[in-house]
C-alpha cells in the first residue's frame, strides 16, 4: 500500500499569541513569581512552531518566502509584541508623570532594571524569531527591524525615556550639585539611571553597538553646562574671600571629587571633558592671581603650596612659564645674595665660598626635583640662574675677573683632597667631590678650573700630600666624563710619571749600595728625586738662579751622573723652587734638636749659618744666588718662622744691609716643625701668574680655533666668524670679542688670513 501523509496542522498567531502575552505580561510586571520550566518551554515552542508553519496554500502575509521548503513567518508576531511593549510603556509613563526628582528617579531606575531584566528572559523566548526571521530581515537592509532585546531598548527610549528625559536629567543634575555641596545622595541611583542612558545608545547602522549618542546627548551636554556654571561661581566668590593658597587647597578637592564622581556613577568617557571644564574655570580663569602670588611661595619657602600650583598649572597650556621666568630671577637674586653676605671673606676662603653656592643650589635643586618633579623648564631655569650668580656676582666683581669662581673652587677641591686630620670618611669625600663638580658644571671659564688644579695637583703629587690616590682617580674621571679625555689626558699622564720616578729612585738607591765612595759622597743623606715629563706637567723653570749648598751638591752630581747612564741624551732641568728637604737642628730642641722641614731655597740660607754667626742680605744673596724678590720672601717666611731673626728686629721688611742670625731661643711643641708656608704674596704672585698663564693660553686656542674655521670656510663674513669661534670654545671659556679681534688681527699679520679687497668684514683663508 502507498504511505498516506497527513498534512500538519497550521498555527495561527491568533492560537499561540493569548498564552505569549500571558507569559511576557507576567514576566514584566512580576518576574519574581515562580516560573516553571515547563512554561518556558510551552512559550518558546508557540514561538518555534508558529514561525516554522509550513504555508501550502500560500502565504499568510506578503513578506513570507520559500526557504529549503519551509516559510519562516514573524513580521505578525513582530509587530503584536512591538505593540505590546509600547503599550506597557504607556503604563509605566502613566505612573511616572506626576513624580519629581529623586522621586522621579527611583521609579525610572527600579522599572529600567525590572523591564531590562525580563527582556533578557523574553529574548530567550523569542530566540527562534530573532535567529531567522529577524536576522533574514536585517540582511535584506531592513532598518527598523531589531533584535528582540533591542526592540525593547528602542521602544522604551523612544515611548518612555524621551517624554521623562527632561526631568530625569535635571533631577540627576539637582543630586550632583547636593552632593557638591556636602549632601550625601544615593550614587548607586544615580550610576543606575546614568547606566540607563547608556544603553539606550543604539547605533541604528548596527544596533548591536552602543554609540553613548544618549548620554551625549541628553545628559553630558547639559552636566558639563552645569558644572561650569556651578564652578564659576564658587571659585570666583571663594578667591575673593580667601588667600590664593587655601584657593588651591580648594581646587586640588574639587578636582579629586570629580575623578571620584567618574569613577562612582559616569561614564569613563566623560572624564576628558569635565577635567578639561574644571580646569578651564577653576585654574585659567585664576592663573594671574595664581602667577602673582608666586614671588611670595618662594620666598617664604611654602614648599607644599608651590608644588600644589605647579600641579595644577602643569594641567593648562602655557601655565608654567611665568613660574619658571620668576624662579630664575629668584634664585639668581638669591645667589648674589648668598655671596654678598659673605663679603671680601670669600675672596681668600674657598670653603666658604663654593659651600655657599652648594647651599642656594642644593635648596632649589631639592625644589625642583620635589616640588616641580624635576620638570625640564624649572631644571633649565635653575641651571641659567646659577650659571649666573656663579659667574658673576660680588666676588667676581671685587676680583675684578670672572675668572675668580673657578679659581676658587679649584683650590677648594684642593683642600679636600690634601692630607688634613679633618679629612671626612671617604663615602662622604666622594660626595664632597660630586658637590664639587655641580658647581664645576656652571663655571664658564673651565679652562681656568684646569689650570688651577693641575698645578695644584702636581704640587700634591710633588710634595706626597695627596689624601687619597684612588680619590684623586675618582676626581679625575668626573672631570673626564664632563669635559672629555682632552681635558684630563695630560692629569692622567702625571699619574704615570709618579710611578715611573718611583721605579727610578729604587734603580739609583740599588746602584749605590756597596758602593762606599758613593756613600761617603752622599754624607749619610737621604735623597729622593722626581723626574717629570715637561709636556705632562704645569710647571714653569724656575725664575731665579740658585747655587746649591755644599751639602747637597754630590747627592745631585751622583743621580745626574747615573740619569744620563740610563737615559743619554736626555736633558734634566733642575726645579729647586719645588723641591723641599729637612734640617735638624743642634742648638735649640734639646739632645734630639728640632726636625725643619723646609724648602730647598730656605735649607740654601740656613745652611749659610752652619759658618756664619751674622750675616747681612748681601751675604746670603751672594752665597746663594738667589734673585731680590725670592731672597726677600725666603727671608720673610723664616722670619715668620721665629728661625732666624733680624738684628735691628724689624721682621716687616728687608734691606740689603739687614743682619740676621739664628733664633737660638727658637721653640715649638712639636719635634718637627714645618716652616715652609709661602707668605701672602709669594700666594698673590703665583695666582697671578697662573691667570697669566691662562690668558696666554686662550688667545693660542682662539687663534687655532680661527685657522681651523677658515681653513675649511675659506671665506667668511667677520660676524659669522665670531659666532663660530664662540661656539667651538665655550665649552672651555667665554672668549671675549675683543681678544678674538685682536687674535685675527695677528693672524692677518702672520699672513694666515687676508681682508676683501673693497669688503673690510669679509676675511678669506691664505693656504
Known amino acids: 500500500m502507498a504511505a498516506q501523509h497527513a498534512a500538519p496542522k497550521r498555527v495561527t498567531l491568533d492560537d499561540i499569541w493569548p498564552n505569549l502575552e500571558n507569559g511576557v505580561h507576567q514576566l514584566l510586571t512580576n518576574l519574581n513569581t515562580e516560573f516553571p520550566k515547563d512554561r518556558w518551554m510551552d512559550l518558546y515552542s508557540s ?36 505593540d505590546f511593549l509600547k503599550r506597557h510603556m504607556k503604563e509605566i509613563l502613566r505612573i ?76 540627576l543634575l539637582n543630586l550632583i550639585v547636593a552632593e557638591r555641596n556636602g549632601e550625601q545622595i544615593n550614587t548607586a541611583l544615580v550610576r543606575g539611571v546614568v547606566n540607563a542612558y547608556v544603553s539606550l545608545g543604539l547605533n541604528k547602522e548596527k544596533p548591536k553597538e552602543n554609540t553613548l549618542q544618549v548620554y551625549k546627548d541628553f545628559f553630558e551636554v547639559d552636566f558639563l553646562a552645569a558644572t561650569e556654571g556651578y564652578y564659576t ?96 630671577k629668584h634664585v639668581q637674586n638669591v645667589g648674589l645674595d648668598a655671596i654678598s653676605n659673605i663679603g671680601s671673606a670669600a675672596l681668600n676662603d674657598p670653603k666658604l665660598y663654593v659651600e655657599t653656592i652648594l647651599r642656594v643650589f642644593k635648596k632649589y635643586n631639592d625644589l625642583v626635583t620635589g616640588a616641580f618633579r624635576s620638570d625640564s623648564g624649572f631644571v633649565a631655569s635653575l641651571d641659567k640662574a646659577c650659571r649666573r650668580f656663579i659667574n658673576e656676582n660680588q666676588v667676581t666683581i671685587a676680583a675684578k675677573s670672572s675668572s675668580k669662581s673657578p679659581e676658587l673652587l679649584a683650590r677648594f677641591t684642593d683642600l679636600l683632597l690634601k692630607k688634613s686630620p679633618k679629612n671626612p670618611e671617604e663615602a662622604e669625600m666622594e660626595q664632597l667631590l660630586a658637590d664639587v663638580m655641580i658647581v664645576f ?22 710634595h706626597g700630600t695627596s689624601a687619597s690616590e684612588d680619590l684623586e682617580g675618582i676626581m679625575i674621571g668626573k672631570l673626564k666624563s664632563t669635559c672629555g679625555y682632552e681635558y684630563t689626558s695630560k692629569l692622567q699622564r702625571m699619574f704615570t710619571d709618579m710611578s715611573l720616578s718611583r721605579e727610578l729612585l729604587e ?18 743623606l737621604d735623597f729622593s728625586i722626581l723626574v717629570l715629563a715637561t709636556g705632562s706637567w704645569p710647571l714653569q723653570p724656575p725664575s731665579t738662579n740658585f747655587s746649591i749648598p755644599l751639602e747637597l751638591q754630590a747627592a745631585e752630581s751622583l743621580f745626574q751622573k747615573f740619569y744620563q747612564n740610563q737615559h743619554s741624551g736626555r736633558k734634566l732641568n733642575w726645579l729647586h723652587q719645588l723641591s723641599k728637604g729637612e734640617l735638624r737642628t743642634r742648638y735649640a730642641g734639646g739632645k734630639t734638636g728640632y726636625t725643619l722641614q723646609a724648602s730647598t731655597y730656605q735649607m740654601g740660607v740656613l745652611l749659610q749659618f752652619n759658618t756664619e754667626e751674622f750675616m747681612t742680605t748681601e751675604d746670603i744673596q751672594i752665597a746663594t744666588q738667589l734673585t731680590d724678590s725670592t731672597l726677600k720672601a725666603t727671608l720673610l717666611s723664616l722670619m715668620k718662622a721665629k728661625v732666624l731673626t733680624p738684628e735691628d728686629g724689624d721682621e716687616d721688611d728687608v734691606q740689603k744691609t739687614s743682619r740676621f742670625q739664628v733664633n737660638r731661643q727658637f721653640k715649638s711643641k712639636k719635634t718637627k716643625v714645618l716652616i715652609n708656608v709661602p707668605v701672602p704674596q709669594q700666594v698673590r ?37 665670531m659666532s663660530e669661534v664662540i661656539s667651538q670654545l665655550q665649552v672651555r671659556f667665554k672668549p671675549k670679542v675683543s681678544v678674538i679681534k685682536k687674535c685675527i688681527d695677528i693672524l692677518i699679520e702672520k699672513e694666515y688670513l687676508k681682508r676683501e679687497e673693497g669688503q673690510k668684514d669679509v676675511y678669506s683663508y691664505i693656504a
Open 507 to 524: 734603580r739609583f738607591k740599588a746602584s749605590l749600595e756597596g758602593d762606599e765612595s758613593a756613600d761617603s759622597t752622599m754624607g749619610g
Open 685 to 721: 704672585e703665583e695666582n697671578d701668574s697662573t691667570h697669566k698663564t691662562v690668558e696666554e693660553d686662550r688667545k693660542l686656542q682662539i687663534q687655532a680655533a680661527v685657522v681651523r674655521i677658515m681653513k675649511m670656510r675659506k671665506r667668511l663674513q667677520h660676524g659669522n666668524l
Open 47 to 82: 514561538v518555534y512552531n508558529y514561525c516554522t508553519t509550513t504555508q501550502r496554500g500560500g502565504p499568510a502575509n506578503g513578506n513570507s518566502r520559500n526557504i529549503s521548503g519551509a516559510n519562516f513567518v514573524g513580521e505578525e508576531l513582530y509587530n503584536r509584541l512591538s
Open 233 to 328: 561661581s564658587e571659585s570666583a566668590e571663594f578667591i575673593a574671600n580667601n588667600s590664593v593658597a587655601d584657593y588651591m587647597k580648594k581646587v586640588e578637592i574639587r578636582l579629586a571629587e570629580e575623578l571620584r564622581r567618574v569613577t562612582q556613577y559616569l561614564h569613563s568617557s566623560t572624564e576628558l571633558e569635565l577635567v578639561s571644564k574644571c580646569d578651564r574655570v577653576l585654574i585659567e580663569r585664576h592663573v594671574e592671581r595664581m602667577w602673582n602670588e608666586f614671588q611670595s611661595l618662594l620666598q617664604d619657602d611654602k614648599v607644599d603650596d608651590l608644588a600644589r600650583m605647579y600641579s595644577l598649572l602643569s594641567r593648562i597650556a602655557r601655565g608654567l612659564e611665568p613660574l619658571r621666568t620668576t624662579m630664575e
Open 96 to 171: 511616572a508623570e506626576p513624580k519629581m526628582d529623586e522621586t522621579l528617579l527611583t521609579y525610572y531606575h527600579v522599572e529600567w532594571e525590572r523591564y531590562t531584566t525580563a527582556m533578557k528572559f523574553i529574548n530567550h523566548i523569542f530566540q527562534y524569531l530573532n535567529r531567522h526571521w529577524i536576522k533574514r530581515e536585517a540582511d535584506d537592509g531592513k532598518k527598523e527591524v531589531y533584535e528582540v532585546y533591542t526592540l525593547s531598548l528602542v521602544i522604551w527610549r523612544d515611548n518612555l525615556f524621551q517624554p521623562l528625559r527632561t526631568r530625569i536629567t535635571q533631577g
Open 441 to 462: 658644571k656652571y663655571i664658564e671659564d673651565k679652562d681656568v678650573f684646569q689650570t688651577f688644579y693641575s698645578k695644584m695637583l702636581a704640587k700634591r703629587l710633588i
